[in-house]
């Protein structure tokens, strides 16, 4: 069986997963291969990356085997929420929360009624999880919020606070522009450190675990040891790049 929602919302706060991989493309072959390949979560950007909906429920079939699988969603409407879900989504990164409100609605959208808002169709969620599954949704319907906005920076504590959220999500870019910095991916600005440390401090306190996405290893094990729970080692694309470029390096050098 599949981690329920409070194995994996445990897990991430402990530390028990710590690499995450960044999927943003559409084909259920890289990302199987990615899943295999050590990478202990997934997470697949439908908000900037090249997925859609459409491609959703063939590419969490193909890593799901593996490893954990959550969605960064397109946005912060509840329909995004239970649509993931509903596919069997693993749990769901929701962007641009603002305020507590955004964070109950979107957990509210993960909850059927009387906890939640949630339209019952759970597709292949009901799969994968077997009968009983609308009893025990909340095991397998964690929530995680980005805090990337000034307002939600200002909120973070409360944010933290509502029931029913699984977890907070630091959006580096997003975030040190709220700040006036510009994007802060793998970035160091005193400022930034300090709005990254209260988002883990409100996070913790409600035994929530924090995410962050990153880019160099140097910067990635540094926010390890700041606090953060967990870490997005790579994506699909710069893995795709990266490696094309060093093998192209390693044919053109003639000592190599």
Do not use: C, K
Not at 14 to 22: F, M, T
Not at 185 to 214: F, K, M, N, S, W
Not at 233 to 238: E, H, N, T
Request: glycine residues 10%.
């Amino acid at each position: 069986m599949p981690p329920t929602h409070a194995t994996l919302r445990e897990r991430l706060r402990r530390g028990d997963l710590r690499h995450a991989a960044w999927l943003t493309l559409r084909d259920p072959l890289a990302a199987e291969a990615i899943a295999r390949s050590g990478v202990d979560l997934v997470v697949f950007d439908l908000q900037h990356g090249a997925v859609e909906t459409g491609d959703l429920m063939g590419l969490l079939q193909a890593v799901q085997p593996f490893v954990p699988a959550l969605v960064r969603l397109p946005s912060v409407e509840p329909s995004a929420v239970t649509r993931a879900l509903d596919l069997g989504a693993d749990g769901v990164i929701v962007p641009l929360v603002d305020s507590v409100d955004d964070a109950r609605r979107a957990v509210s959208a993960a909850l059927y009624p009387p906890a939640g808002s949630r339209s019952y169709g759970p597709l292949r969620a009901a799969l994968r999880h077997g009968p009983g599954y609308r009893e025990r949704v909340a095991e397998h319907a964690l929530v995680i919020a980005m805090i990337e906005t000034a307002n939600a920076l200002a909120s973070a504590e409360a944010i933290a606070a509502v029931p029913g959220l699984g977890g907070l999500f630091v959006g580096p870019a997003d975030l040190g522009l709220a700040l006036g910095l510009g994007p802060q991916t793998d970035g160091d600005d005193p400022t930034y450190l300090a709005a990254r440390r209260r988002i883990v401090a409100a996070a913790h306190a409600h035994g929530l675990g924090v995410g962050l996405h990153g880019v160099e290893a140097r910067a990635q094990r540094s926010a390890l040891a700041d606090g953060i729970d967990w870490v997005v080692v790579a994506s699909d694309l710069s893995l795709l790049t990266a490696g094309t470029r060093a093998q192209l390096a390693a044919m053109r050098d003639p000592a190599a």
